[in-house]
């Protein structure tokens, strides 16, 4: 049984609504140590009988056999196999990829193989010294002649270790010189016992070989043997062929990337833009949300929150804002709840009488921990029969010397209702100043049990209209536990409420985020743009790069190979991309806080390492995104086709 046999082979072409035979019946044996020339002239038919031998046409009738295995029903993976372990080629044009120096040439045949590293590149410095070209394995495809790149291309196909090589017109872009060359290279891997098949129509080469074959017409006319076929020596391949690795398709897109780097610098500055304005304004919210928060927690403490009775009645009775304890052990039960304390607060109803002097409070409320300590510039914290009044107050009692009305008497006068009768009643209290703080944005304060002895005093009835509720861990608890609260239903409808600055806070901060929503959304018209741009640089690149798509489909690379091939130089588009926007936008944000510590003493943007991750991520996902559709089409390009491409 001959090694290969092609049993009446028939291929025809439809151009033009007319058929076209080019194969009419071909029948031919081949043994391993031969070195075949098959000749004619050009359209005989001879590149397409080579490329049924290769395993990349498979539309034609008959058969190809293999060691007495057919090739006709293979899958498509199945005869990518077959040209990594079997076939080697070596083209008219020599087909090496540009971007690539001669070793990386030699080693992309290497890369299907359970080769290391190391071993790969060993192997291909032991090829290009076997051609002949140690010396230059370091250079590009174009610094080399003609008779070189040749060598290259033989020295790849040889890379595998096939045991067929299919030379087309190998000689046909060379001088004399070079030709003798190529022919003594190939006579010689044919002495080694592999089956060299050289597609030609030049005399001098077939008569080079062992046989010729004549191809007329779609039709052997001639099988001539000039010499008997080299002995061949059975030795088992020294390593395995294998589908090319993530790793592998990874590294030659890198090497791709780098080779045209000046592009793809303008490429990536163009998809920055996109993913640096999204980074941008993210920046900006965090910064505006932090400079709320900074100015209304300097004031108060951000860990202790107001929580008030949840009433529909827009003019309720005290009665309807009264907490009881029910409430009081409700909260306490809340996860992250580390206190409860009783409060009260008046607005619009009290005023303070200091000698001649009657300041209007606009709101007194208890002292409890939502006021901060550290805002106390004189004085001290309010105690029993005792208040705390701000700076602008002390100034109308003393203009001249607020600091003295420290420690003086005072009478406070507060409105209240009796819940029975609803009749106004304004009860009085003599008090002692206790403190004053620094400005007009704190209430004033009492005790609570102030307050409720006045009440009693007078009869009239009193209990907490808010409570204070005191929050474990940091500033980042606080709205959880605000959500929580805001959970606890009475029936169908929220049972509390929360009031004071924590709820102008939720509020702000809800106002800077939907701004900060909008302008990222407008941004993010930007990426659209990177989108389209990215999948309009690799539709092109596909188009550059058809003959290397082919040439990486010959060798034996799959479908999926040449998909993730351009996956991976998306990938790297985008990650770098984002590198790219990551440092712009923070070269900006230092000048814009550099600008606002001399005006707010605050850094108005702040950039946070999840927002610099999440613009990362958003620019790799949109370049993959727009990588699958030219990927896709890279892998369904004919490799016949595109081996004939220019």
């Not at 303008?266 to 100015?295: P, Q």
């Not at 004189?378 to 602008?392: D, H, Y």
């Not at 993010?524 to 690799?538: G, P």
Request: hydrophobic share 40%; with cysteine.
């Amino acid at each position: 049984m001959a090694y290969l046999q092609l049993q009446d082979i028939h291929k025809s072409y439809q151009v033009d609504h007319q058929e076209f035979h080019v194969l009419n019946g071909i029948n031919l044996d081949f043994e391993r140590g031969e070195f075949v020339s098959i000749l004619g002239e050009s359209g005989g038919g001879k590149t397409t009988l080579m490329n049924i031998i290769a395993g990349l046409d498979s539309q034609y009738t008959g058969d190809v056999l293999l060691n007495g295995k057919s090739l006709k029903h293979d899958t498509p993976k199945e005869l990518d196999q077959y040209r990594r372990s079997t076939i080697g080629f070596v083209f008219q044009s020599f087909n090496l990829i540009s971007h690539l120096t001669i070793r990386a040439n030699v080693m992309v045949s290497l890369e299907m193989t359970n080769l290391s590293h190391h071993e790969q590149v060993k192997r291909a410095d032991e090829l290009l010294d076997q051609v002949g070209l140690s010396e230059h394995k370091n250079k590009y495809p174009n610094q080399l002649s003609g008779g070189q790149k040749q060598r290259v291309s033989i020295a790849r196909a040889l890379a595998s270790d096939p045991d067929i090589i299919i030379a087309d017109e190998p000689t046909g872009a060379l001088d004399a010189q070079n030709t003798d060359e190529i022919l003594r290279l190939l006579n010689q891997i044919a002495e080694n016992g592999k089956l060299v098949i050289a597609v030609t129509h030049s005399q001098v080469v077939a008569d080079y070989g062992t046989r010729i074959v004549h191809l007329a017409n779609g039709l052997i006319d001639d099988d001539r043997v000039l010499k008997p076929a080299y002995p061949v020596d059975e030795q088992q391949k020294p390593f395995r062929d294998k589908v090319a690795s993530m790793k592998s398709m990874a590294g030659m897109a890198w090497q791709h990337f780098r080779y045209n780097l000046k592009r793809n610098l303008l490429i990536m500055f163009g998809a920055a833009i996109g993913i640096f304005s999204v980074i941008l304004m993210l920046g900006l919210g965090n910064g505006t949300k932090g400079y709320i928060n900074h100015e209304i927690y300097s004031q108060i403490n951000p860990n202790t929150i107001q929580v008030a009775k949840n009433v529909e009645s827009d003019n309720p009775t005290p009665q309807e804002t009264t907490l009881k304890q029910s409430d009081i052990n409700r909260l306490k039960k809340i996860s992250g709840v580390k206190k409860v304390s009783p409060g009260y607060f008046a607005a619009g109803s009290a005023r303070l009488k200091s000698g001649n002097q009657t300041v209007p409070l606009t709101m007194v409320q208890t002292f409890d921990n939502t006021l901060r300590k550290s805002n106390i510039k004189a004085g001290r914290a309010p105690q029993t029969n005792e208040i705390l009044i701000s700076k602008k107050e002390a100034k109308q009692i003393n203009h001249d010397h607020p600091n003295r009305v420290l420690g003086t008497k005072a009478t406070f006068y507060l409105s209240a209702s009796d819940d029975q009768t609803q009749t106004p009643q304004v009860m009085q209290k003599e008090v002692t100043i206790s403190g004053i703080t620094d400005g007009n944005s704190l209430p004033d304060a009492v005790t609570y049990g102030t307050l409720k002895s006045m009440y009693q005093d007078n009869n009239v009835a009193f209990g907490p209209n808010y409570l204070a509720v005191d929050i474990t861990g940091g500033v980042q608890n606080v709205q959880p536990v605000q959500d929580r609260i805001k959970a606890v239903k009475n029936g169908s409808k929220p049972a509390f409420q929360i009031t004071g600055a924590g709820s102008i806070v939720s509020t702000l901060n809800t106002y800077v985020n939907l701004a900060v929503a909008v302008l990222t959304s407008i941004a993010a018209i930007s990426l659209l743009v990177s989108a389209i741009m990215i999948i309009v640089v690799l539709y092109i690149s596909v188009a550059e790069r058809t003959k290397e798509i082919g040439i990486l489909r010959a060798l034996g690379f799959s479908k999926g190979n040449i998909r993730k091939l351009f996956i991976f130089e998306s990938v790297f588009l985008g990650f770098f991309s984002a590198v790219l926007a990551i440092i712009l936008a923070y070269l900006v944000e230092w000048g814009a806080n550099s600008l606002s510590q001399s005006g707010i003493q605050y850094n108005i943007m702040q950039i946070s390492v999840g927002n610099a991750i999440f613009g990362l991520l958003v620019s790799v996902v949109i370049c993959l995104l727009a990588a699958l559709l030219p990927a896709r089409k890279a892998a369904k390009v004919d490799p016949v086709v595109s081996l004939s491409a220019e």
